[in-house]
């Protein structure tokens, strides 16, 4: 006899039926961080993510509101998991700013946040939606808080500043998939060695 389970749309409703509003809340999220990650602000309807999270779409406007508002929530949650991951580095202990070791933790702790290509891509999105007042307000704020994390080290403004604008780097060169197409062009795969390092396999991987 097959053990496959028949998971009809009745029992799957049943099933998000049980969950708490809470785990819903945080279904409808990560649901809407792959659509919005895919299609951008403005290429992504409550629809969309709606579809994605097997729910309708009153149900997404029930509890978020807005699309803006959904997708503000989503973008802040992004830029959370990069300032939280850097703050959790500098808890471990004493952070040198003279110290290449203390700094090759610090990027490690982004590297590893960029294997998730959905929070990659909903943080570019925000960052390229600054037509929106309120998205570009908030955008703003997210960098102005990281800044404040990396300076906090006790760098310089310049070396914060370096940290961070090769962070963006990579974030391009990921959004455009450089490092899975190295051999497309010597000159791109020698620049995509040199900004990513001993990090590459890791991405790769």
Known sequence: MSSVSHHTPVAAARERTRMS??????LVLAAATRAFSRGGYAGTSTDAVAKEA???QPYVVRIFGTKLELFMEVFEQACARVREAFEGVLADGPFDPENDDDWARLGLAYTEL???RDLLMVMMHGFAAGDDDRIAARSRASMGEIFATIRSTGCTDERAQEFIAQGMLLNVMLSMRAPEHLDEDPDLAAFTTCAFGDALPFVLS
């Open 114 to 116: 960029l294997r998730d």
């Open 21 to 26: 509003a809470d785990d819903r809340r945080e």
């Open 54 to 56: 097997g729910v309708s």
